[in-house]
């Protein structure tokens, strides 16, 4: 007996052992290896709401996210510089109504400011005609807690450029395949500088473009390659909700995804934000970013 139990304590420790071992070679997972969590929003407040429903709109999405990327903010740009500062935001809202109109916003308790810009795409039918001048705005950030790089970069393509995932065949369509591409290249760009946070409306519905898979589109433009390249909040997670615009999921958060072993930063979830008095829903993606 003594012998049979001499044995059963050496093959239980021979057992856990070998779990150890298994164990200590798997991969670490986002939640061991960063250990840092902050949310990035995407939000157009449509620029025909009254005051109070811009306002509404505005607290809604900065209750629920740490940096945000807002769309058509433009004709409130004073409104929004007294605004974040009296709240503790950074505020990047360059130029004019149209270049303004890409507004980032930033919690100055969690990010310091390093570096910002602003890009021209194009103008389909000129100076004061619509649709308005694209711009790419983007802010480089320090994010204090985990001493990292994150670029967030934000932008608004022109709208009625798609139909079930198809291209219109107009010159704001053409516009648009220049601002994919230029958001692209801008986040290959940055991303030797750190992480990278793309957000937007982009006026095209993921499923219809990741079906059809039109060569200038976001999907094909971002997505449907390899490693390391963007990813969406709809690709890693699925569509949530019945949409962000109607029953269009046209607003998207993005990060640059990198092979797991040079990977710093994790997007671990999203959500829809409703309520909202313009006729955009919001999009917050939850990032877990190593210390």
């Not at 516009?175 to 990278?196: S, T």
């Not at 958060?253 to 829903?281: A, C």
């Amino acid at each position: 007996m003594r012998k049979t139990a001499h044995w059963s304590a050496r093959a239980l420790g021979a057992l856990a052992g070998a779990v150890a071992l298994v164990t200590a070679l798997l991969p670490a997972t986002p939640a061991a290896a960063a250990n840092v969590a902050f949310k990035a929003a995407a939000l157009n407040i449509y620029n025909g709401l009254n005051q109070a429903d811009f306002v509404h709109d505005l607290n809604l999405i900065a209750s629920k996210a740490d940096l945000v990327g807002l769309n058509e903010v433009g004709n409130r740009k004073a409104f929004l510089e007294n605004w974040a500062a009296d709240n503790g935001w950074w505020l990047y809202a360059p130029g004019g109504t149209n270049q303004a109109g890409e507004a980032l916003i930033a919690k100055k308790s969690m990010f310091d400011v390093l570096d910002k810009g602003s890009i021209f795409v194009c103008d389909t039918n000129g100076p004061g005609e619509v649709p308005p001048a694209r711009y790419n705005n983007w802010v480089k950030y320090r994010h204090k807690a985990s001493g990292r790089n994150v670029t967030h970069i934000n932008a608004h393509a022109v709208a009625s450029i798609e139909s079930a995932g198809r291209p219109e065949d107009l010159p704001r369509t053409r516009c648009a395949e220049a601002q994919f591409q230029g958001l692209k290249d801008l986040a290959v760009d940055k991303q030797g500088e750190g992480q990278v946070i793309v957000s937007g409306d982009l006026n095209v519905d993921f499923s219809a473009d990741r079906s059809y898979g039109y060569a200038k589109f976001p999907w094909q433009v971002f997505e449907a390659n390899e490693l390391p390249n963007l990813r969406s909040n709809y690709n890693l997670f699925g569509e949530k909700g019945t949409g962000t615009h109607g029953n269009r999921h046209i607003d998207y958060v993005y990060f640059w995804k990198r092979l797991p072993e040079y990977q710093l930063m994790w997007m671990t979830g999203y959500d829809i934000v409703g309520d909202t008095r313009s006729d955009h829903n919001g999009v917050v993606a939850t990032f877990s970013i190593q210390n």
